[in-house]
Structure formats: C-alpha cells, structure tokens
C-alpha cells in the first residue's frame, strides 16, 4: 500500500481495532467510550425527538396551542424523556454527587437548548417561510449537538 494511502487508513484501522463490536458493549454493558455514549445518545434523542415532535403537533394541531407554545410544553416532555433514558443508559459516570443539583443543571442546559430550539424555529418559520414542523427537523440536529456535547461535558465526565 503506498505510503501515503496507508498513513490516512491508520486511523480508521485503529478505531476498528480498539472498539468492540458486540451487541453487549454497545447495547448493555457499562461504558466511558464517548463513541458508544454518542451512539446511545442518538437513540435516546431520536426517543425524545418522538416524544417532542409529535407533542408539538398534538399542542397544535388538535388542541389549538400557538406553534411556539407547543414546541416549548413538547420540548420539556421530550427533556425529561432524555434526562430519565441519559441517565439510565448512556452515561454511567456522573460528575455531580447530588442528583437534584445534576438534574438543575441538565435543566439548564435544556433550557438554553430550548432557546436555541424556539429561536431556529421562529427565523426558520417567519423569516425562510418554511412549516413549523420543518423548521424543528432544522432545529433538531443543532439543538442535539450542543445538548450531548455539554451534558458530556458538564454531568457525565469520567472522573
């Protein structure tokens, strides 16, 4: 292999090589591994995602709430969604000794992703034009991203 070409595939071969490819490891067992974190933290956001966006269009839709009403009552069911899950499967090291602190600051952290959220939803809304339930795809992948990166950061670091 040419020397070039083998120097940019050393670091995929050492990601396969150091991570284990088991259902167990990814799925059940106890892990630090940001990469597995990061892979569970997509089903449990994908889980509260569901959770919010179809509150959104439940609050809208049928009970007649204003789009940003709805988005802010779904987004805080598609939180405790992600609090309860995150704290059960994703992370097992936790960087707060007190639970009812951690939970204050994963609060926090919703709640300014939740002004993210509202903010990509109102410009994506009324000033691109596109619908609601659009513009919170758009919101989704932004909001997600800083969400995982400051509770990775904040909470559930090794210590």
Not at 24 to 35: A, C, G, V
Not at 100 to 123: D, H, P, Q, S
Not at 146 to 155: E, G, S, W
Request: some cysteine; charged content about 10%.
């Amino acid at each position: 292999m040419p020397k070039q070409l083998n120097s940019s595939v050393a670091p995929i071969q050492s990601f396969f090589k150091h991570h284990q490819w088991t259902f167990k490891y990814w799925f059940l067992s106890s892990t630090q591994d940001s990469f597995v974190q990061f892979f569970r933290y997509l089903f449990v956001a994908g889980l509260a995602f569901v959770v919010d966006f179809s509150s959104l269009f439940a609050f809208t839709h049928w009970a007649g709430f204003h789009y940003l009403l709805s988005a802010a009552l779904a987004f805080i069911l598609g939180l405790i969604t992600n609090y309860s899950l995150s704290i059960i499967w994703v992370f097992t090291e936790r960087t707060m000794k007190s639970a009812k602190l951690e939970f204050l600051i994963f609060t926090g952290i919703g709640i300014a992703g939740l002004g993210l959220n509202e903010l990509v939803i109102w410009l994506c809304t009324e000033f691109i034009g596109t619908h609601y339930l659009v513009s919170k795809i758009i919101s989704t992948g932004l909001v997600f991203s800083f969400n995982f990166i400051l509770r990775k950061i904040l909470l559930f670091k090794a210590k």
